[in-house]
């Protein structure tokens, strides 16, 4: 059982110094995550701005060739009026004239409102464009300083993971998770006891339970914290 409570205040101070490394990088990972989103973010909406101007493109070119043919038709119809035998014939010709006129002021309308609209498009993927610019200039910075950490710190935390590692294979299962489960709630799971006391909450710790405790033959835990308790021994034994 020692050699189970040993693994288990090692893998602690393992962790600990794991935390103190990644504390290094701030919120720079975090930050740079949000940055790249941000830049593909801002990306995306360019291409769909693009996206948009070449439709409106195609669909004013097809409006305006429309309307030239309808220009066309109409000044045709305009002949054909003057070589009808009949009102009937005079009329459905003027009801197509109309019908392409009304055609004429839709489509004059919508390429007005595309041309409003393709303005409007190119000023919002100018100013994206812009933030594009920053954001890549930004990001740049702050992947530099975040490699910079990294390659400062990395060896360190290879050599530490590796021996967490094999200490995580040497605690049971069960002990295992407890230890998971009071490292999520209190940061640290495993303290020894100084001064007669839990090192994690600064209560005092029973006479009998310190004896206990001593013998390193059981895991006891806390009981004002609930985190786990070693010995002064163990915690002198197992250093970094």
Not at 109 to 119: G, M, S, Y
Not at 214 to 228: A, M, P, Q, S, Y
Request: negative net charge; hydrophobic residues 35%.
């Amino acid at each position: 059982m020692k050699s189970i409570l040993q693994s288990l205040y090692l893998l602690q101070l393992l962790d600990t110094e794991l935390d103190e490394l990644r504390e290094l990088r701030g919120d720079l990972p975090e930050t740079v995550n949000t940055m790249e989103s941000e830049l593909a973010l801002v990306e995306r909406r360019i291409e769909e701005i693009d996206e948009a101007l070449k439709r409106g493109a195609t669909e004013r070119s097809m409006k305006e060739k429309e309307s030239l043919e309808l220009i066309d038709k109409i000044e045709k119809y305009k002949g054909q009026q003057l070589e009808v035998t009949n009102n009937r014939e005079y009329d459905a010709l003027t009801r197509e004239m109309e019908t392409a006129e009304t055609t004429i002021v839709t489509n004059e309308a919508l390429v007005q409102e595309w041309i409003e609209q393709n303005e409007e498009l190119k000023a919002s993927k100018e100013q994206f464009a812009t933030r594009r610019e920053e954001l890549s200039k930004e990001l740049e910075v702050k992947r530099e300083e975040l490699k910079d950490i990294l390659e400062t710190t990395r060896e360190e935390e290879i050599g530490f993971e590796q021996r967490r590692e094999q200490a995580m294979s040497e605690v049971l299962d069960r002990d295992m998770q407890l230890y998971k489960r009071i490292r999520d709630a209190k940061g640290k799971a495993v303290v020894p006891i100084r001064r007669e006391s839990c090192s994690g909450c600064y209560n005092i710790v029973p006479p009998q339970l310190i004896l206990e405790i001593k013998k390193n033959d059981r895991l006891f835990t806390c009981e004002h914290c609930g985190r786990i308790l070693v010995s002064e021994e163990i915690a002198l034994e197992m250093q970094l």
